[in-house]
């Protein structure tokens, strides 16, 4: 089955909308804890998404397919939103906090060989070197100048991983679901996990007017906005594909983050996110990884849109 790209009409607004959610999120933060910010946000967004859903009236799956898509958003969502926004609230700044999750396609690639059998070739091999080349030249001026600092970044990492992780398990089990009820079941799952982290710490609002303007904006921008289309890209191309997206979100929230918050990158950092977009641009040129048998009896089974692709 010949790869299918991502449209222009389909990743621009996708990497906007994206990229915008990063300093949105920085300013919620900084008025709000950030698992209050999570749970008001995954809830609101739930409710609207479930409006959608019932108006549009997608054909239902099975509910084994509605378990896998709880699962994968648990880990796009869930994992992802509240690591990077524990980590925001804790001094790593919104376009540090990109680049890191920028480096989603060469964990991808790493997910695939583990679970898919996958192997790499060599410019994949040399995407992963950069990439850890990225991190620490993005990391390292920041925890040097404050310590405490390196626990955030490791929150961060985290939520790269579950967003990479949950890319890959709902292109594999969930391609044919609509996206809408997709991001919906995520976002349900995600809740009553974001809820028991508010409730478990302490709860702070400094600006309630300002905390729920930020919070509109995320529930349009981020989760009805950017996790759908991003879904969407998931559908179209598989997750390899969808995440070198993130070769170009962390240079644009830089320039958000940048007119609408004054942060300000260091060299280093500025390297930092130039060695990680020509990670992620060596990952999209790379050849196509070869299958093994492992994955090879896999697809006897499964869908054309289950194959994860280069």
């Known amino acids: 089955m010949p790869q299918r790209s991502l449209s222009p009409r389909l990743a621009a607004p996708t990497v906007l909308l994206y990229a915008a959610g990063y300093p949105i999120g920085a300013a919620a933060v900084a008025v709000m804890s950030p698992f209050l910010v999570i749970a008001l946000r995954f809830a609101a967004s739930a409710a609207l998404l479930w409006a959608i859903v019932s108006i549009r009236r997608p054909t239902w799956p ?80 920041k925890i040097a100048a404050d310590h405490d600092v390196g626990v955030g970044i490791a929150a961060v990492l985290l939520a790269m991983v579950g967003l990479s992780v949950g890319g890959v398990y709902q292109g594999r089990f969930c391609a044919d679901m609509d996206v809408w009820l997709v991001t919906a079941v995520g976002l349900t799952a995600s809740t009553p996990v974001a809820a028991v982290f508010a409730m478990a ?18 529930v349009v921008f981020s989760s009805v906005g950017a996790t759908t289309l991003y879904s969407a890209c998931i559908k179209t191309a598989g997750a390899r594909a969808a995440s070198i997206l993130f070769a170009v979100i962390p240079a644009a929230a830089s320039v958000m983050a940048w007119f609408a918050l004054g942060e300000a990158l260091s060299p280093l950092s500025v390297a930092g996110l130039a060695v990680g977009a020509g990670a992620c641009l060596v990952q999209s040129r790379s050849s196509p990884p070869a299958p093994t048998s492992r994955s090879t009896t896999h697809n006897s089974s499964t869908t054309s849109e289950d194959h994860i692709h280069e």
């Open 201 to 218: 710490s302490p709860d702070h609002v400094t600006d309630l007017p300002r905390a729920l303007v930020l919070l509109v904006l995320m």
């Open 62 to 141: 099975s509910r084994r397919t509605v378990g896998h898509a709880a699962v994968a958003g648990l880990m796009t969502q869930g994992v992802q939103f509240l690591g990077l926004y524990w980590a925001l609230a804790h001094g790593v700044p919104s376009g540090l906090g990109a680049l890191v999750i920028a480096l989603n396609p060469v964990v991808t690639a790493g997910v695939m060989a583990v679970s898919l059998g996958h192997r790499e070739s060599r410019q994949g091999m040399l995407a992963l070197v950069l990439a850890a080349v990225a991190v620490v030249l993005a990391c390292a001026p």
